[in-house]
């Protein structure tokens, strides 16, 4: 079975603003902690860095540090509220992204709550799985 962690970003002559560069490597940590306890469970972790040009941040500065697992926002596997904050760096004076997680603002993706939403994907996984064939003997 596969876990896909999807991480979309702004770059501009391959340079991030400092919320999106430490999501990235908030988001190696986790990728390298679900690959060492998944992969003895059969999962393949994949990781998949798309890097949205200045063009595609101006019409919609909200997907820029957007994290997608299994084709389903992060913030959509752990309730998080997606609000926005004034950025900096190459985002100029845009409002980008953050996530109000317990009432609490992330403007940087955190290790644990990729985590936390991979290990949700994965259960619902092996709860399809085992309802459409015997994967789960």
Not at 25 to 41: G, H, M, Q, R, Y
Not at 47 to 57: A, G
Not at 86 to 115: I, S, T
Request: contains cysteine; hydrophobic residues 35%; glycine residues 4%.
């Amino acid at each position: 079975m596969q876990l896909t962690i999807k991480w979309l970003h702004l770059s501009v002559d391959g340079e991030t603003c400092p919320r999106c560069s430490e999501t990235g490597k908030e988001l190696l940590k986790a990728v390298n902690t679900l690959k060492e306890f998944l992969s003895p469970l059969g999962f393949e972790v994949v990781f998949e860095e798309v890097e949205l040009t200045p063009e595609d941040f101006s019409r919609d500065p909200f997907k820029s540090n957007e994290v997608w697992i299994n084709g389903r926002l992060l913030e959509d596997w752990i309730g998080a509220k997606v609000t926005q904050t004034p950025c900096c760096d190459v985002c100029g004076d845009q409002e980008c992204r953050a996530l109000e997680v317990d009432q609490q603002l992330q403007e940087v993706v955190k290790a644990d709550l990729v985590v936390k939403a991979a290990l949700m994907a994965v259960a619902e996984l092996k709860t399809s799985c085992c309802s459409e064939t015997s994967c789960c003997d």
